[in-house]
Every structure is written in structure tokens, then in C-alpha cells.
């Protein structure tokens, strides 16, 4: 089952509502808070995570709290031909969070980050040199105004 395919439920989503007020809280107390069995809350757990749907614990962590407080997104060009290869070395790259590709002029969105802006010119040549990639823009983030989210996505 892919994470596009699975379909939260009601009870999914109160289970990751409530996590999402308290993400160490036990089994055992979450179900007696939600009136669900432990039995009900860990096989829903399970089958989320064995699903996909679940991102790894460790993208909870904040980029900032790692030493790169710098933040960019990179728009790149390449030869259609070498696609595959593009990703392959994209993925090698820690500094890359994550990658789409997008509708439009621009082949690849990357988003990226780094410890200073020296250290992002490092990161954004080191995309640039990647295989099939012809052209790069790299545009730095100032701040954040509305974190990364889907609480409220969990509500409807």
C-alpha cells in the first residue's frame, strides 16, 4: 500500500490529532484518553506506519537545531534524458531535504539547506555539478513564517 493510496479515517486522525499535543504520549494513556482500546490505537498505529503514511520521527527535527539555519530552494534544469541520474545524486546530497518535480519551466525543485550562506553556495554547486543538471537558481530563504503542517488537514 502506497501513502497516496491509504485513506485516514476518523479514528486515524483523532489518534494523530492527539499525538500531535503530546508525541510521547503512551499507548496505553492515548487510548484511555480517546475511549479506544490499546489494542484499536497500536494496530491503527502499526498499520499508518507499515503504510508509509507516516514520515520518519526524524523529520521532526529542525534543520536549525542541526547547525543549518539556512534555508533555500533551488530550481533546477536538466537533460530529460538523465533524470534518473539526477535523482540518484540529488539523494546522496544531505543538504537536500527533499525534491519535487514540478508543473512548468523548472525540472526539479529542491529544497535545501545550510549552515551559513557560504556554506549554501557550497550546496548549490555541488546541485549544480550533478549529473544531467544544465541550470540552477538558488533562491535563500529569510525566515519562516508558516511552518511545515498538517494538523489542520486532520480536522476535515
Same mark, same amino acid.
Given at each position: 500500500?502506497?501513502?497516496?493510496?491509504? &485513506?485516514?479515517? *476518523? %479514528?486515524?486522525?483523532?489518534?494523530?490529532? *492527539?499525538?500531535?499535543?503530546?508525541?510521547?504520549?503512551?499507548?496505553?494513556?492515548?487510548?484511555?484518553?480517546?475511549?479506544?482500546?490499546?489494542? %484499536?490505537? &497500536?494496530?491503527?498505529? =502499526?498499520?499508518?506506519?507499515?503504510?508509509?503514511?507516516?514520515?520518519?520521527?526524524?523529520?521532526?527535527? #529542525?534543520?536549525?537545531?542541526?547547525?543549518? @539555519?539556512?534555508?533555500?530552494?533551488?530550481?533546477? /534544469?536538466?537533460?530529460?534524458?538523465?533524470?534518473? !541520474?539526477?535523482?540518484?545524486?540529488?539523494? =546522496?546530497?544531505? /543538504?537536500?531535504? /527533499?525534491?519535487?518535480?514540478?508543473?512548468? !519551466?523548472? !525540472?526539479?525543485?529542491?529544497?535545501?539547506?545550510?549552515?551559513?550562506? !557560504?556554506?549554501?553556495?557550497?550546496?548549490? =554547486?555541488?546541485?549544480?555539478?550533478?549529473? @544531467?543538471? #544544465?541550470?540552477?537558481?538558488? #533562491?535563500?530563504?529569510?525566515? =519562516?513564517?508558516?511552518?511545515?503542517?498538517?494538523?489542520?488537514?486532520?480536522?476535515?
Amino acid at each position: 500500500m502506497t501513502p497516496e493510496s491509504y &485513506q485516514l479515517d *476518523a %479514528t486515524d486522525r483523532r489518534i494523530l490529532a *492527539a499525538m500531535d499535543q503530546d508525541p510521547r504520549i503512551p499507548i496505553m494513556m492515548l487510548a484511555q484518553r480517546l475511549g479506544l482500546a490499546r489494542g %484499536t490505537v &497500536q494496530s491503527r498505529l =502499526e498499520k499508518l506506519a507499515a503504510s508509509g503514511a507516516l514520515r520518519p520521527n526524524s523529520s521532526r527535527v #529542525t534543520p536549525a537545531a542541526l547547525g543549518r @539555519g539556512v534555508a533555500a530552494s533551488v530550481s533546477a /534544469e536538466l537533460d530529460q534524458s538523465m533524470l534518473d !541520474d539526477a535523482i540518484a545524486a540529488l539523494s =546522496e546530497i544531505p /543538504e537536500v531535504l /527533499e525534491c519535487f518535480a514540478p508543473a512548468g !519551466d523548472t !525540472d526539479l525543485l529542491i529544497r535545501v539547506v545550510a549552515s551559513d550562506p !557560504d556554506d549554501l553556495y557550497r550546496v548549490s =554547486e555541488v546541485i549544480r555539478f550533478c549529473p @544531467g543538471i #544544465t541550470r540552477t537558481s538558488t #533562491t535563500m530563504f529569510l525566515r =519562516e513564517v508558516i511552518p511545515y503542517r498538517t494538523t489542520g488537514l486532520l480536522d476535515g
